[in-house]
């Protein structure tokens, strides 16, 4: 592959948005890229120095070997009103993955988007925002992914003194029973929510 140099900006960029709050290295960059370091580096200043001059609410910042989109400082209000916004239950998806994190914990963005099949990213954060999941570490490995695991306030808003209550889950499940199964997990999980509530 070629870098496509009239895009390579807006490449850099959905790389960046893509990878969310994990970042990407220099060494990861690189090689999607196919540049050396040199480049790389001249690319990454002159994206960086384009988000600077323009009105805009995300910056590029580079922090140990690695760079990552953020939202500016200046706009933190608007994202704490955001966040605080009340909202009634949770989605289907948020469901998912509160389920899929309660079980298999401690546990990585990518591998909760391995088992749903889908990006979980934004419904992580709003889970963390309603403190129902919070960063418990970082995995071993390239990148350090943040490790995601409940809260104590997961475990009272459920009625739960520890995870052990969890319900278990059932075993040998034929492939056609997965989803009516999955389908009455996370209908009875979002009625324990919304009940607490």
Known sequence: MTLDIVNWKAIIEALLYAAGDEGLTKKQLMS?????????????SA???????????????EYADSYMLLTKKEY???????????????????LEVLAIVSYKQPITRSEVEEIRG???????????AKALLCEVGRADGPGRAILYGTTPTFLEQF?????DELPPLPENVEADGVQEEADLFFENFNQTFEEIK
């Open 118 to 128: 889908v990006k979980s990213e934004r419904v992580l954060h709003s889970l963390v």
């Open 159 to 163: 009625g739960l003194k520890a995870l």
């Open 47 to 61: 994206v960086k120095e384009e988000y600077q001059k323009q009105e805009r609410g995300i910056e590029l910042i």
């Open 32 to 44: 999607v890229l196919e540049v050396e370091e040199v480049a790389l580096l001249d690319m990454m």
């Open 76 to 94: 933190s209000i608007y994202l704490k009103k955001l966040v605080e916004t009340p909202s009634k239950g949770l989605s289907q998806a948020a």
